[in-house]
């Protein structure tokens, strides 16, 4: 009965994948592994940072390309500004 769904295969070890769009589903979302890797910060110094990629395959009758990359640039700004150290706090 829904229309979208979330996968995570990251514990997995996968970098980048392509989920497939389970059947009556009009979008499909996909959590890959975290790795630390090399960074060029906004002042151009080289840092380590933990990244992760979100994969996203959607049906195109359903779901227009523009509004699906919005929906993954918005959700990016979100995990990257959040400030999720109050419900870290008690894992710490």
Wanted: aromatic share 8%; no cysteine.
């Amino acid at each position: 009965g829904g229309t979208f769904t979330i996968t995570n295969p990251g514990p997995f070890g996968s970098i980048m994948s392509v989920p497939v769009i389970p059947r009556g589903q009009a979008a499909i979302l996909g959590f890959e592994t975290i790795e630390k890797r090399v960074v060029v910060t906004p002042d151009d110094a080289l840092a380590i940072r933990s990244l992760g990629f979100l994969d996203l395959s959607w049906d195109h009758r359903v779901i227009d390309g523009a509004e699906a990359a919005r929906f993954l640039a918005a959700l990016k700004d979100r995990i990257e500004t959040t400030d999720y150290s109050p419900d870290l706090a008690q894992y710490l």
